[in-house]
C-alpha cells in the first residue's frame, strides 16, 4: 500500500512564493515518475510539472521558468518551488507518482493567490 502525504499549500499574494512537498511512503522499491498536477474550479485536471527518477523535468508552458519540480529519491519525496504567482495559479495541487505502471495520488493541498 502506497500513501502519499502534501503539504504546503496556503493563500499567497500574487507575486510571492509558495513550495509544496510530497512524502510516499508504503512498500515499494522505485518510484519512477513524480509530477504536480492542479484542478481549478471548473477546470480539467491539468499537469504542471513531472519529474523522472534520473531528474529530467517536463513543464507546463503556463509555469516555466516560475515553476520548479525536484525529487529526492532517498525521501521518496517531490517539491514544487512556486515563484511569481498569479491568481491564476490558484487550484487545488495534487501529486501523483507512478511505480511501476501503477498511478497514485495524493489528497490534493490547495492554493489561493489572491491579494
Known amino acids: 500500500q502506497v500513501q502519499l502525504v502534501e503539504s504546503g499549500g496556503g493563500l499567497v499574494q500574487p507575486g510571492g512564493s509558495l513550495t509544496l512537498s510530497c512524502a510516499a511512503s508504503g512498500s515499494f522499491l522505485n518510484i519512477f515518475v513524480m509530477g504536480w498536477y492542479r484542478q481549478a474550479p471548473g477546470k480539467q485536471r491539468e499537469m504542471v510539472a513531472t519529474i523522472s527518477r534520473g531528474g529530467a523535468a517536463n513543464y507546463a508552458d503556463s509555469v516555466k521558468g516560475r515553476f520548479t519540480i525536484s525529487r529526492d529519491n532517498a525521501r521518496s519525496t517531490v517539491y514544487l518551488q512556486m515563484n511569481s504567482l498569479k491568481p491564476e495559479d490558484t487550484a487545488v495541487y495534487y501529486c501523483?507518482?507512478?511505480?511501476?505502471?501503477?498511478?497514485?495520488w495524493g489528497q490534493g493541498t490547495q492554493v489561493i493567490v489572491s491579494s
Open positions: 501523483k507518482i507512478t511505480i511501476v505502471s501503477f498511478d497514485y
